[in-house]
């Protein structure tokens, strides 16, 4: 071989090069990206931070045995004007399973509060009278100077919620809140 035939033949083979390091690149950023959403599917995080665990274990003292985690909710009652299937996707909302919220952050697993955020099962309202409208409108426009927890918050959660997810979240909040009354 000459090496006209050298030269000739070096472009077609730096370009079958590059391509399979192309290929060998993209196949372990799908091994990767594979992993990476294997995690986060088993671990929810929270504003980029699995604190919940450590919320939990502050709020209960390590013992967990106070907390259901397979609560049930279609024992919840249905604000009027909303659905049970609200109540139930507003509760994923809530844990941050969908839409990206992060209202367990604050308020706890299941709304029962913490430092940051208040006790939203009582059915004492800080921020209106307890109605669908009023609980709406508190997660849409958020709380920017809460009158008795340290923790502002922003208009939905801080995350850009669907108008379906806000109703959604907003039957669920008003469905802890009202709980008791419907015994």
């Known amino acids: 071989m000459t090496n006209v035939a050298v030269m000739k033949?070096?472009?077609?083979?730096?370009?079958?090069?590059?391509?399979?390091?192309?290929t060998s690149v993209a196949a372990e950023r799908g091994t990767e990206s594979a992993r990476i959403d294997r995690v986060l599917t088993a671990t929810p995080l929270i504003d980029g931070h699995n604190d919940l665990p450590w919320q939990l274990r502050d709020l209960f003292k390590n013992d967990l045995s106070k907390v259901d985690f397979a609560k049930d909710t279609s024992k919840l009652p249905v604000p009027e004007g909303a659905t049970q299937a609200q109540v139930d996707l507003g509760a994923k909302v809530f844990a941050g399973e969908v839409g990206g919220a992060t209202c367990a952050g604050?308020?706890?697993?299941?709304?029962?509060?913490?430092?940051?955020?208040?006790?939203?099962?009582?059915?004492?309202?800080?921020w209106g009278d307890g109605s669908l409208k009023s609980i709406t409108d508190?997660?849409?426009?958020?709380?920017?100077?809460?009158?008795?927890?340290?923790?502002?918050?922003?208009?939905?959660?801080?995350?850009?919620?669907?108008?379906?997810?806000?109703?959604?979240?907003?039957?669920?909040?008003?469905?802890?809140?009202?709980?008791?009354?419907?015994?």
Do not use: R
């Not at 033949?9 to 370009?15: E, G, R, T, W």
């Not at 109703?167 to 008003?174: H, L, N, P, Q, T």
């Open 9 to 22: 033949l070096s472009p077609a083979l730096l370009l079958a090069l590059a391509a399979l390091a192309q």
């Open 106 to 126: 604050c308020h706890g697993t299941g709304g029962i509060g913490t430092p940051v955020g208040p006790d939203l099962t009582t059915g004492k309202w800080l």
């Open 138 to 183: 508190t997660i849409t426009n958020g709380v920017p100077e809460p009158k008795q927890h340290p923790g502002a918050m922003p208009p939905m959660g801080g995350v850009e919620l669907s108008k379906e997810d806000v109703s959604a979240v907003s039957a669920y909040v008003w469905a802890l809140g009202h709980q008791a009354s419907a015994k």
